[in-house]
């Protein structure tokens, strides 16, 4: 997706394209300046819910890829750096346990803030509380250890599903704030010119 943009912003920009740059990463750079500019400008006109949105859609989509992929190397490797098991006792936490707590904590924390503001955040912590817990929805469902098993694969398709959701989400509202400005803008047009036709007629 980023790439597509930087190619569209590229061919629309004032960047000269490849074939026409005398200096190819020079050019680049500045496409990659223009994309930049687009997608920040593109942010500040969205709307709260749909900033809250992308802060979930990134915060999920990011750890559980980060989740997995600790997972994966814990097993391969064992507990190398900061990719360990944790254990109290006997007992192995999974990582389920604070994905509920952080995600307890930020819901809770968006339902008593007054201000609106905060959302945006607080989809942050929400998102990685959410997708932590998800990642292990099988076990949480099975009540075993089933995550590296065939029974385990449900929790990859949940997660999977939930980010395809959220896309499909920020999709929709992206289309129906186009709709709204162009059906409110044409409206309002329409009353200004009947406004004037009576001012004119009188």
């Known amino acids: 997706m980023a790439g597509s943009e930087l190619a569209r ?15 190819v990463l020079e050019a680049g750079a500045e496409a990659l300046e223009q994309t930049l500019e687009v997608a920040i ?3 500040r006109r969205g709307s709260r819910r749909e900033h809250a949105l992308l802060s979930l859609l990134v915060s999920f989509s990011g750890t559980w890829v980060v989740v997995r992929a600790s997972t994966h190397l814990i097993r391969a490797r064992g507990q190398t750096g900061p ?6 006792g006997r007992r192995h936490i999974h990582h389920f346990v604070p994905g509920i707590l952080l995600a307890f904590t930020a819901g809770g924390a968006a339902v008593v ?8 955040w607080l989809a942050v912590p929400f998102g990685a509380g959410v997708a932590m817990t998800l990642d292990e929805f099988a076990l949480l469902l099975q ?13 990859v398709q949940i997660a999977l599903g939930t980010i395809a959701i959220l896309s499909a989400v920020l999709l929709v509202l992206r289309i129906l704030r186009r709709g709204e400005a ?17 001012t004119i007629s009188s």
Do not use: C, I, K
């Open 41 to 43: 400008a593109g942010y």
């Open 182 to 198: 162009e059906v409110f803008d044409a409206q309002a047009q329409a009353g200004a010119g009947a406004a004037a036709s009576a």
């Open 143 to 155: 009540l075993d250890d089933v995550y590296w098993t065939e029974e385990g694969v449900l929790s």
């Open 9 to 23: 912003v590229w061919r629309r920009g004032s960047a000269p394209l490849p074939a026409e740059a005398g200096d």
């Open 83 to 88: 990719f360990r098991n944790f254990v109290v």
């Open 113 to 120: 803030t007054r201000g609106r503001r905060p959302e945006p």
